[in-house]
């Protein structure tokens, strides 16, 4: 090679080492380094196939191309004669499949989304097959045998049959228009509606790729806090763009409907949705979307609540309105999920109660084809909350989960805080509702309640940002919604292995210290700087950021903090037992037995279900405020002991990532000292007692805190 060739070659390599922008998300398919791994897979892969001719066909081909030239030191060629390929990706019913009967019959069962990976023995060589009923599984199928290589597995004995628990598995986004991201800390939306849709953005592809690349199969394009607008002929035609984008990677598009559109943009007097005139609108609006997007999903409604219009201005149910909407989408198959984020602050009743006792008495009056929506807390997606009691408490209707996985309560998109064990903590709890072990991913994935269709929605934290989600680490959050939305029973410690792997590096040095020393433990780390031992709702107001366990006296009580803690100088926390609100009752019995004695909860809910002395014994013996105080010094050290985790690994990460990350570390553990000082100090206000001995001291004092403001901090509503 000549030498300017060399040097070239080694300021690519330098480039390529040090500068690494997180674009490419989990699907890196980075040189495969150990020899061994990458020599047992070329004895395999000699050449592909994949016959037949769809788009889908074609994405499989692509992402092929693409990952194995770069995973495996050498191409592997496309076969001609797809029979001849040692990897052949092929549909349940060619004839020229030849994999195990018993696993063709378990795949032939498992759904049209399912997929088969195989190997067998072929002649002297082995041959894999990935084989599906369609070929949206085929794509599946495709992902996950790259997820094997890439994360070094071996190839040579695969007998894998994969199907998703649940039916829809969907993205929210909080995306307005305007390209402001409700809640969002990732830069602008990525739909640019204004050059929609003429100009198709490659992010379109790459967004529908990692998708694909996880089981994501929808996407709600439009914020919930919706703009009739977005049903519009000239946003139609938009949204048409994007849905012929993302049909090849099997992925359906919904839109936010707003309930008054059909005054907004309609021009009728109302919305009631027992009008003929308005039920006619729906029905043709409707159409007109089906004839621009042939598979649409259907529609996403936050109704009555929070400000939207819903049926209640016209005092109809939420059953009337869902169901209205319903019937215009049920000749198309398209879904209604309607949200149960329902409460008013003119209603006199704790607001964690409202969203029950509003669609309870509903139970069993909705159209097959609407889904309720939940939040997985009945208050409003919290560092930590008791699973919702709609879980098992409806029982004649289809239920969702809603997860966030922007963290609007959880740092925004510095703090790493991995969101796995705050969905399975929801996910595996236990409703009871028809006995022991009727987990909230058994009644929504439809083992326990019977329903007609499942589904599980995440809010979005992507944005423009060219690492997708601000904090390299939020991919991980992304990645696990995917892959639990998929499989519900995969431990947050697995799914984050597999990330890290792809992400990072197989090297087990790696690996190892950050699962269980940086993402296994953040979200715990969050919870105890900002609401240990069951505290909620303590953030700076309207827009979220920072603590500001003081806010009082707003135009809304529910929307302050001093509503959900009650510190006074008896004690803290809200009393949900049959003695305060008596949320608790909402809960099956076996439920409430746990809660309801203070001397028997759990310290993650105590304050929570319980208001308490402040000299109240936990169960550590110390009293609750050296308790509490312990939690939030501790939250503090898990911060410090994630940086220091990341700083000893410097060598091993790429410069540019490495430096983003432990910059990002460095704002949480600063805003982690700030939580834990601002709450401490506000709440010995009423506690009087000391910080316990040995803990270092605020550094400023309270006064300090609460001057403290935050104007621009981002992902604030724009019209408030
Ligand atoms: C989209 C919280 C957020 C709002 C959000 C709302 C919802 O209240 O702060 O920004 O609005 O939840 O889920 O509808």
């Known amino acids: 090679m000549k030498r300017s060739w060399l040097v070239i070659t080694f300021l690519f390599c330098c480039f390529h080492i040090n500068a690494d922008n997180g674009y490419r998300l989990w699907l890196r398919y980075d040189r495969i380094t150990d020899a061994a791994t990458r020599n047992a897979y070329q004895a395999i892969l000699k050449s592909y196939g994949v016959p037949g001719n769809s788009p889908t066909l074609d994405v499989i ?34 004839e020229r499949l030849a994999v195990d009967r018993n696993l063709l019959q378990q795949l032939k069962k498992s759904g049209n989304e399912a997929y088969l990976i195989s190997t067998a023995q072929s002649g002297k060589s082995k041959r894999i097959m990935i084989t599906a009923n369609s070929d949206i599984g085929l794509l599946y199928g495709a992902f996950h045998f790259l997820r094997i290589l890439q994360t070094n597995q071996r190839i040579d004995q695969l007998a894998i049959v994969s199907a998703p628990k649940i039916n829809i598995r969907i993205l929210n986004h909080w995306d307005n228009l305007d390209r402001t991201v409700e809640r969002g ?24 790729r990692a998708n694909a690349s996880i089981g994501i199969n929808a996407t709600v394009l439009t914020n919930v806090n ?37 005054i907004e943009i309609g021009g009728l007097a109302t919305a009631d949705p027992l009008n003929a005139e308005v039920q006619n609108w729906w029905k043709n609006k409707v159409k007109e979307i089906y004839d621009y997007v042939p598979d649409f999903g259907g529609f996403v409604v936050k109704a009555n609540s929070e400000g939207q219009p819903g049926p209640q201005n016209y005092s109809r149910n939420h059953a009337e309105g869902a169901n209205m909407l319903a019937d215009a989408l049920q000749p198309f ?24 006792n509003e669609f309870k008495p509903l139970d069993g009056q909705f159209r097959p084809n609407v889904i309720i929506q939940v939040k997985n807390g009945p208050l409003d997606f919290q560092p930590r909350e008791p699973f919702h009691p709609l879980f098992g408490g409806l029982t004649k209707t289809n239920v969702m989960p809603e997860f966030q996985i922007t963290q609007e309560y959880l740092g925004f998109s510095t703090h790493l805080a991995y969101l796995a064990p705050l969905f399975k903590e929801c996910l595996d709890s236990d409703t009871h509702v028809n006995g022991k072990g009727s987990t909230v991913a058994r009644v929504i994935d439809g083992t326990v309640v019977k329903n007609n269709v499942s589904a599980f929605a995440g809010v979005a934290n992507i944005g423009s940002d ?63 700087y900002m609401t240990p031992m069951g505290l909620h709702h303590i953030m700076g107001y ?67 279900f319980h208001h308490l002395p402040w000299d109240f014994k936990t169960k550590s013996g110390k009293t609750l405020w050296d308790e509490m105080c312990l939690h939030y010094y501790r939250g503090v050290e898990q911060v410090r002991i994630m940086r220091k985790t990341w700083q000893g690994l410097k060598e091993k990460i790429d410069e540019e990532r490495f430096t983003h990350v432990d910059n990002f570390l460095r704002i949480q553990e600063k805003e982690a000292i700030l939580w834990r000082n601002a709450c401490v100090l506000y709440f010995q206000t009423f506690s009087k007692m000391e910080i316990p001995a040995g803990l270092e001291q605020p550094e400023k004092d309270l006064a300090y805190y609460q001057k403290l403001s935050f104007p621009y901090a981002p992902g604030i509503r724009p019209e408030w």
């Open 333 to 356: 198959g398209g879904m209604v999920m309607w949200r149960a984020f329902v409460y008013d602050n003119k209603v006199p009743e704790d607001r964690t109660k409202q969203a029950y």
């Open 542 to 608: 309207n827009h979220h950021y920072g603590p500001g366990p003081w806010v009082a006296d707003k135009p809304r009580q529910d929307w302050t903090s001093v509503y959900y803690h009650r510190a006074d100088s008896l004690g803290v926390g809200f009393d949900r037992t049959e003695n305060g609100s008596n949320a608790l009752e909402q809960y099956h019995p076996e439920v409430q037995k746990i809660y309801a004695s203070a001397a028997q909860c759990p310290d993650q809910y105590l304050l929570w």
């Open 185 to 208: 800390y990732a830069g602008a939306s990525i739909f640019d509606w204004h050059k929609l849709p003429d100009h198709i953005d490659k992010r379109y592809h790459d967004y529908a």
């Open 226 to 262: 919706a703009n009739a607008r977005v049903l519009t002929p000239m946003y139609l035609e938009k949204v048409k763009a994007l849905a012929d984008v993302f049909r090849p990677y099997g992925i359906k598009v919904y839109l936010t409907a707003r309930f008054s559109a059909p």
């Open 61 to 94: 081909r692509n992402e092929f191309k693409l990952a194995f030239a770069s995973l495996l030191a050498q191409p592997v060629p496309y076969a001609s004669v797809p029979e001849n390929a040692t990897l052949l990706i092929i549909r349940a019913t060619d």
């Open 466 to 528: 060219m690492n997708w989600t601000g904090h390299h680490f939020g991919q991980a959050n992304w990645y696990a919604f995917g892959r639990l939305a998929w499989d519900h029973d995969l431990s947050s410690e697995a799914i984050a292995e597999e990330w890290v792997r792809m992400t990072f590096s197989n090297e087990a040095s790696l690996i190892k210290p950050i699962v269980s020393q940086m993402m296994i433990p953040s979200r715990e780390a969050v919870v105890n």
